[in-house]
């Protein structure tokens, strides 16, 4: 077993990884380390009671907000079956918008289908073993050229090097050897499910997040991919969060690599999975630092950026950021950027800012309109249908910008689209042109 003089295992009173299943590695050490979860704890507020008091959280000290993130932790265990049910109803409720483009969140991509490895593990008959992996005898070199695949490397195999690893992360450690452990750990949580979940509950979790104010580039970015590759286990959403990686992770995006910055998007997205983290994530600072990487990112970086974004403006506070820090100006542009799959993206997110006032204006003034008509007329056939829907959202309640609409030309191609596009399209167009027709 791992020496826990040196390391940020937590206590069994303080972890917050679910108990582990009959079947599963690490059963040599679940005595040392796992104890049944305690009794969840009293139930979040309201979603309203949380927007109304985003502003509060975004003025307290980070001392506070630590205990706001930790009065979160005790709400939101890996296994707690209320987390699980909110998360899915966030789901079940997305918009109309993202219906129209099934693959919207590149994050999508990554999400692995993990029921057959689970169940494969759990349904593992192994003979208890009585004594633990002996540490000296690993090697991490052979990581590099390791075959990870289930049938190469079981979990018994596997174990070792995860605790080897964690070992290797502890604060007296080296900073080069804490490097190295990052990028190995790194490489573990990469593929499978059921590494993942290992690690999650080796205590590696706790032991990444200093890294992510690592003065060291790629200690830095070796971490914060660690986390987002364990992030797609959803056990591990809640672990993380626990262990005060949001503010970290902020740290990242602000001042990291170009690919650190991807990434701890990425992670936060991920992390937005648990509703209650929307909010938080914006009062911790992140939608400035989203909105730089929309006009300075890579492409896969913007569109890490957008959707990040999208998914964060979900709580009405999160818009209003995104609004005083300047989103509109580069969605905007954005929307000409064909061919890149960013233009659908921004489109999205600007159509979710026009929901509020504040967006709307901003929308007008930045010279969306006439960008998204240009898109009716001569975009492809899904951007199109994009900008109708931000169109919708843009004139919806506001009669001077359905004038504008007017004004700009937008009847001729709107009623070329209500010929030739696809149902939903036409559909979009109807009740858009039904909209402008009040004006006469």
Same mark, same amino acid.
């Given at each position: 077993?791992?020496?826990?003089?040196?390391?940020?295992?937590?206590?069994?009173?303080?972890?917050? #990884?679910?108990?582990?299943?009959?079947?599963?590695?690490?059963?040599?050490?679940?005595?040392?380390?796992?104890?049944?979860?305690?009794?969840?704890?009293?139930?979040?507020?309201?979603?309203?009671?949380?927007?109304?008091?985003?502003?509060? /959280?975004?003025?307290?000290?980070?001392?506070?907000?630590?205990?706001?993130?930790?009065?979160?932790?005790?709400?939101?265990?890996?296994?707690?079956?209320?987390?699980?049910?909110?998360?899915?109803?966030?789901?079940?409720?997305?918009?109309?918008?993202?219906?129209?483009?099934?693959?919207?969140?590149? @994050?999508?991509? &990554?999400?692995?289908? /993990?029921?057959?490895?689970?169940?494969?593990?759990?349904?593992?008959?192994?003979?208890?073993?009585?004594?633990?992996?002996?540490?000296?005898?690993?090697?991490?070199?052979?990581?590099?050229?390791?075959?990870?695949?289930?049938?190469?490397?079981?979990?018994?195999?596997?174990?070792? &090097?995860?605790?080897?690893?964690?070992?290797?992360?502890?604060?007296?450690?080296?900073?080069?050897?804490?490097?190295?452990?990052?990028?190995? /750990?790194?490489?573990?949580?990469?593929?499978?499910?059921?590494?993942? !979940?290992?690690?999650?509950?080796?205590?590696? /979790?706790?032991?990444?997040?200093?890294?992510?104010?690592?003065?060291?580039?790629?200690?830095?970015?070796?971490?914060?991919?660690?986390?987002?590759?364990?992030?797609?286990?959803?056990?591990?959403?809640?672990?993380?969060?626990?262990?005060?990686?949001?503010?970290?992770?902020? @740290?990242?995006?602000?001042?990291?690599?170009?690919?650190?910055?991807?990434?701890?998007? #990425?992670?936060?997205?991920?992390?937005?999975?648990? !509703? !209650?983290?929307?909010?938080?994530?914006?009062? #911790?600072?992140?939608?400035?630092?989203?909105?730089?990487?929309?006009?300075?990112?890579?492409?896969?970086?913007?569109?890490?950026?957008?959707?990040?974004?999208?998914?964060?403006?979900?709580?009405?506070?999160?818009?209003?950021?995104?609004?005083?820090?300047?989103?509109?100006?580069?969605?905007?542009?954005?929307?000409?950027?064909?061919?890149?799959?960013?233009?659908?993206?921004?489109? =999205?997110?600007?159509?979710?800012?026009?929901?509020?006032?504040?967006?709307?204006?901003?929308?007008?003034?930045?010279?969306?309109?006439?960008?998204?008509?240009?898109?009716?007329?001569?975009?492809?056939?899904?951007?199109?249908? &994009?900008?109708?829907?931000?169109?919708?959202?843009? #004139?919806?309640?506001?009669?001077?910008?359905?004038?504008?609409? =007017?004004?700009?030309?937008?009847?001729?191609?709107?009623?070329?689209?209500?010929?030739?596009?696809?149902?939903?399209?036409?559909?979009?167009?109807?009740?858009?042109?039904?909209?402008?027709?009040?004006?006469?």
């Amino acid at each position: 077993m791992v020496s826990l003089a040196g390391s940020q295992i937590l206590s069994p009173k303080q972890r917050p #990884c679910a108990p582990r299943r009959p079947g599963h590695s690490m059963r040599t050490i679940r005595s040392a380390l796992l104890h049944p979860d305690s009794p969840p704890g009293p139930s979040s507020r309201p979603r309203a009671a949380a927007d109304e008091g985003d502003s509060d /959280i975004e003025n307290l000290t980070d001392s506070v907000i630590d205990f706001r993130l930790s009065e979160l932790a005790a709400t939101a265990g890996p296994a707690h079956p209320a987390a699980v049910a909110k998360s899915s109803s966030a789901n079940a409720a997305a918009t109309e918008m993202l219906e129209l483009s099934r693959d919207f969140s590149d @994050y999508s991509s &990554f999400n692995s289908d /993990i029921s057959g490895e689970l169940e494969r593990l759990a349904a593992a008959a192994a003979t208890p073993r009585s004594d633990a992996p002996d540490l000296a005898a690993v090697d991490l070199n052979d990581l590099e050229s390791m075959d990870l695949s289930a049938d190469a490397a079981p979990l018994d195999r596997v174990e070792p &090097f995860v605790l080897a690893c964690v070992q290797a992360l502890g604060p007296d450690a080296a900073p080069d050897a804490r490097r190295a452990a990052a990028a190995r /750990i790194r490489l573990l949580a990469k593929h499978r499910s059921d590494i993942r !979940e290992l690690v999650g509950v080796s205590g590696a /979790i706790p032991a990444l997040v200093p890294l992510l104010r690592s003065t060291d580039p790629v200690a830095q970015e070796n971490a914060v991919t660690a986390l987002l590759n364990l992030s797609l286990e959803e056990l591990n959403r809640s672990a993380i969060t626990a262990a005060g990686a949001i503010k970290p992770l902020v @740290y990242a995006l602000r001042t990291g690599t170009a690919s650190a910055k991807q990434n701890a998007a #990425c992670a936060l997205l991920s992390l937005s999975g648990i !509703e !209650e983290n929307r909010a938080t994530i914006g009062a #911790c600072g992140a939608i400035a630092p989203l909105v730089a990487l929309l006009s300075a990112g890579s492409t896969r970086g913007k569109k890490d950026a957008l959707t990040t974004l999208y998914r964060l403006c979900s709580a009405r506070r999160n818009k209003e950021r995104a609004v005083s820090a300047g989103a509109v100006v580069p969605l905007v542009h954005l929307i000409g950027e064909r061919g890149t799959g960013t233009s659908e993206k921004a489109m =999205v997110v600007l159509a979710s800012l026009a929901s509020i006032a504040e967006g709307r204006d901003a929308v007008v003034e930045a010279g969306g309109i006439p960008a998204l008509v240009e898109t009716i007329e001569d975009g492809p056939a899904r951007e199109k249908e &994009f900008a109708v829907v931000a169109l919708l959202q843009l #004139c919806s309640e506001c009669s001077s910008n359905r004038a504008l609409l =007017v004004r700009e030309g937008a009847i001729p191609p709107l009623v070329a689209l209500s010929q030739s596009g696809s149902a939903r399209a036409k559909h979009k167009v109807y009740v858009l042109i039904l909209s402008l027709q009040m004006l006469c």
